[in-house]
T-cell receptor
Framework: EDQVTQSPEALRLQEGESSSLNCSYT??????LFWYRQDPGKGPEFLFT???AGEEKEKERLKATLTKKESFLHITAPKPEDSATYLC?????????FGQGTELSVKP | KAGVTQTPRYLIKTRGQQVTLSCSPI?????VSWYQQTPGQGLQFLFE???????NKGNFPGRFSGRQFSNSRSEMNVSTLELGDSALYLC??????????????FGPGTRLLVL
């Protein structure tokens, strides 16, 4: 069964304190792993798509990496505006399969 | 380019009623998917439409249905509403240029409250 597990569920950082979010997945034939950011009451905002192990993508303070079993979202020197829920999803047989998300809080 | 739009943004209904939600995809996008988001279950796939045809369907009862029009706009309908249908309903569109699912871009969602 296709499955996505994210950890930790919640993460509190001080501004400037770098960290990583984990996304473990099991899927029969990876056809894409996606990272989204979601602010309260809003729809998910697309961040990255990764297709193959070893692939990396960067955007501002965020960097996503992919292995055969998991993906990491590295946040370098975060700012309070990076506070949000970060969602990981894989392309399953029928639609995207999402993890439960990591709620990130960055304090000044 | 305008993003995915959804109407209405908020809706309050009572049990037993039915509701119709609307989604306009990004211009040029041909695939539209619908998701339900609740605090307990997270984001769950409802169905996907491409070229006016339902291509995939998630594990939801038949009370949940949808359709897509020739301009790619989509609607979803929920009949005989239950309290558990209270959720954020999200629409996502993708170009679907290569015959398989690509990155999906989400709209702001419709918040449905069933009393």
């Amino acid at each position: 069964e296709d499955q996505v597990t994210q950890s930790p569920e919640a993460l509190r950082l001080q501004e400037g304190e770098s960290s990583s979010l984990n996304c473990s997945y099991t899927v029969s034939g990876l056809r894409g792993l996606f990272w989204y950011r979601q602010d309260p009451g809003k729809g998910p905002e697309f961040l990255f798509t990764l297709y193959s192990a070893g692939e990396e993508k960067e955007k501002e303070r965020l960097k996503a990496t992919l292995t055969k079993k998991e993906s990491f979202l590295h946040i370098t020197a975060p700012k309070p505006e990076d506070s949000a829920t970060y969602l990981c999803a894989v392309q399953g047989g029928f639609g995207l399969i999402f993890g439960q998300g990591t709620e990130l809080s960055v304090k000044p | 380019k305008a993003g995915v739009t959804q109407t209405p943004r908020y809706l309050i209904k009572t049990r037993g009623q039915q509701v119709t939600l609307s989604c306009s995809p990004i211009s040029g996008h041909r695939s539209v998917s619908w998701y339900q988001q609740t605090p307990g279950q997270g984001l769950q796939f409802l169905f996907e439409y491409f070229s006016e045809t339902q291509r995939n369907k998630g594990n939801f009862p038949g009370r949940f249905s949808g359709r897509q029009f020739s301009n790619s706009r989509s609607e979803m309908n929920v009949s005989t509403l239950e309290l558990g249908d209270s959720a954020l309903y999200l629409c996502a569109s993708s170009p679907n240029l290569r015959g398989h699912q690509e990155t999906q871009y989400f709209g702001p969602g419709t918040r449905l409250l069933v009393l």
